[in-house]
């Protein structure tokens, strides 16, 4: 991948939590790269470490417990030069440049993300005011309501000056979106950004994201439970589990022909319309990432696991175009 396209690349991140009993691996060798204008989706279950590799790449990883131990976060600028992210403080002027204007990100929860106390106007414009060239009052507030009308909310003029609680969960992530979006960023963070949503709502603002990333030719990093939402949205598809990456691949693939036994789970205990099938659950749970087991992490849970899952964790392969991380495809990569 040339740096012409490149906008993030991620290498080898390791993300640590220092606790009472021992050193949590929150986030444990992730490498990736997200091309301009692409989508890359990151799916597992909860404690798999995706909103803790978003965290990272923002430089908001809770201090002083949580440190990144290991590996580089190069961002690419428009002109191809790069800088590795991971180089400097969370509250360095460099990264306060790049937090909100070279790189935004929607929050999981809306409503605990916007000001209670402040109009959702205002906090659009504070953003703007951080990182843009605005002289006057009235052009804040005017690109503060042209955002807003952007994302679909309607009535922009009055919208503008009323507070998030007289805002519906879908306006508030609408809101979210113009805030992150109103500078302009090269990189969109989306970490669940449909999870407190209805379907319906849920649909609108995933087209709503696809229209403005065509509109601005942005990148965005996807993160969810929801294989289904995926489907829809990426281009290729990270699976994690125990802070690792266990398969990734593109989107078409994975979902034809899925490798790693936790990615087969996960689409097996989604529901699909027209499928009259029970759902199977994958059994167990996602262990504790104080006690690891030996060998491969999702050996308890597998349903093929071997001998050698016991006692070796698995390297990566690359079956066709596919990473995976399981020694089912040993005898391929031979």
């Given at each position: 991948m040339s740096s012409t396209n490149c906008v993030i690349n991620v290498n080898n991140l390791h993300t640590f939590f220092n606790t009472e009993n021992g050193i949590v691996k929150a986030v444990n060798g992730?490498?990736?790269?997200?091309?301009?204008?692409?989508?890359?989706?990151?799916?597992?279950?909860?404690?798999?470490?995706?909103?803790?590799?978003?965290?990272?790449?923002?430089?908001?990883?809770?201090?002083?417990?949580?440190?990144?131990?290991?590996?580089?976060?190069?961002?690419?600028?428009?002109?191809?030069?790069?800088?590795d992210l991971t180089k400097f403080?969370?509250?360095?002027?460099?990264?306060?440049?790049?937090?909100?204007?070279?790189?935004?990100?929607?929050f999981q929860e809306p409503m605990t993300s916007l000001n209670p106390v402040y109009t959702v106007g205002d906090q659009i414009i504070e953003a703007i005011k951080l990182h843009q060239d605005y002289s006057s009052k009235a052009e804040l507030r005017e690109r503060a309501i042209d955002m807003l009308a952007k994302v679909g909310i309607s009535a922009p003029q009055n919208r503008v000056d009323e507070y998030p609680h007289e805002f519906s969960g879908g306006m508030r992530q609408r809101a979210m979106i113009a805030m992150a979006l109103s500078c302009n960023p090269r990189l969109l963070i989306a970490d669940e950004p449909t999870t407190a949503l209805d379907v319906t709502v849920e649909a609108q603002i995933i087209e709503l994201m696809d229209q403005l990333q065509q509109d601005m030719n942005m990148s965005i990093m996807f993160i969810t439970h929801d294989l289904g939402v995926i489907?829809?949205?990426?281009?290729?598809?990270?699976?994690?589990?125990?802070?690792?990456?266990?398969?990734?691949?593109?989107?078409?693939?994975?979902?034809?022909?899925?490798?790693?036994?936790?990615?087969?789970?996960?689409?097996?205990?989604?529901?699909?319309?027209?499928?009259?099938?029970?759902?199977?659950?994958?059994?167990?749970?996602?262990?504790?990432?104080?006690?690891?087991p030996v060998g491969c992490d999702f050996y308890n849970r597998c349903p093929r696991a071997m001998e050698i899952c016991k006692t070796e964790e698995p390297p990566v392969f690359e079956v066709a175009d596919c990473k995976v991380k399981c020694w089912l495809y040993r005898k391929e990569e031979q």
């Open positions: 992730v490498s990736f790269s997200i091309e301009k204008g692409k989508t890359l989706g990151i799916v597992g279950e909860s404690g798999c470490g995706k909103s803790m590799t978003s965290m990272s790449v923002m430089n908001l990883v809770p201090r002083p417990k949580g440190y990144i131990a290991e590996g580089e976060i190069n961002y690419y600028y428009q002109d191809g030069s790069k800088i403080d969370h509250d360095s002027e460099t990264m306060r440049k790049i937090r909100g204007n070279e790189i935004a990100m929607i489907g829809d949205v990426a281009d290729e598809v990270m699976v994690m589990y125990t802070g690792k990456v266990v398969e990734k691949s593109d989107t078409k693939s994975l979902f034809k022909e899925p490798k790693h036994p936790y990615t087969k789970g996960l689409l097996k205990s989604r529901p699909v319309i027209g499928r009259n099938q029970r759902l199977e659950p994958i059994e167990g749970s996602v262990p504790d990432l104080l006690h690891l």
